[in-house]
């Protein structure tokens, strides 16, 4: 296995562009937020690790951050004035030229796919300048449900296809239970005025998030093929996502910031 297919997405995918517009549509507002509120310097300097498709690390730069964007397959990034590129992988450590110190340290979406993520967080605890910030943004274990759908099959066919999803993940060592476990680690770590946030709200279908469970789905088809699911399952899921007599719940979303003393 290589190193990209460790992860259950990839930034190379047919489908991976729609994927993190989606997913950037539903999280940057909150993430953005999020930082806006922290006691940054005038001029920072932030690490981004898997920054996708660059929201966050231009972001940052447009407010005067010196950027360091890390990511094992950077293709989807473009140039933009103060945002460095580096291509690694987290898991081997940071690179020389993105070693920091660093006032910010952000990463979304990233570690609930890394087997060995207390440790990664760990390392870029000493990676941060006295007084920056570490903040991470995942996607949380809850129940899965429907708030209303064409039939009642329909609802028990997208909790399926769901759960499905979410073993694959767990197959490729992600974990869905970090995101509430992290802030305990952040404190262990002697991180200061740790806090966490949670946002969910309702998806319907044919909406911008419904479409993120959509894409999820497409990314990983043949894989979900291989794990038994029928293409007429696989198609009605899609076909709900898009029907407006469909919702339910988003992702959960939780973020976890804290300060080196």
Not at 148 to 171: I, S, Y
Not at 221 to 233: H, P, Q
């Amino acid at each position: 296995m290589s190193r990209t297919d460790s992860y259950t997405f990839s930034n190379s995918s047919q489908q991976s562009e729609h994927q993190l517009d989606s997913i950037q549509r539903f999280l940057d507002p909150l993430t953005t937020a999020r930082l806006a509120a922290l006691d940054l310097p005038d001029s920072p300097r932030c690490l981004e690790l898997g920054p996708g498709a660059g929201s966050i690390a231009y972001w940052l730069a447009d407010r005067g951050g010196s950027v360091t964007a890390v990511d094992l397959d950077p293709g989807l990034l473009r140039e933009h004035p103060g945002v460095t590129v580096v291509r690694a992988d987290v898991r081997d450590g940071l690179p020389a030229e993105a070693a920091g110190p660093f006032d910010l340290i952000h990463a979304r979406l990233l570690l609930v796919h890394l087997p060995t993520r207390r440790e990664i967080v760990a390392r870029l605890v000493e990676h941060l300048a006295p007084g920056g910030y570490l903040v991470i943004g995942e996607f949380a274990e809850q129940p899965l449900r429907v708030y209303t759908a064409p039939d009642a099959t329909d609802g028990e066919l997208f909790v399926k296809v769901l759960d499905g999803l979410l073993a694959l993940l767990a197959a490729h060592g992600g974990d869905m239970g970090w995101a509430h476990e992290a802030h305990g680690v952040f404190t262990g770590l002697g991180l200061t005025g740790v806090h966490s946030t949670e946002h969910a709200e309702s998806w319907t279908g044919g909406s911008t998030g419904a479409r993120l469970y959509k894409v999820n789905i497409e990314q990983k088809w043949d894989a979900l093929l291989g794990a038994g699911f029928t293409v007429a399952e696989l198609e009605r899921f899609v076909t709900l996502t898009g029907d407006p007599a469909f919702s339910a719940p988003s992702y959960r979303f939780t973020m976890i910031a804290g300060r080196k003393a």
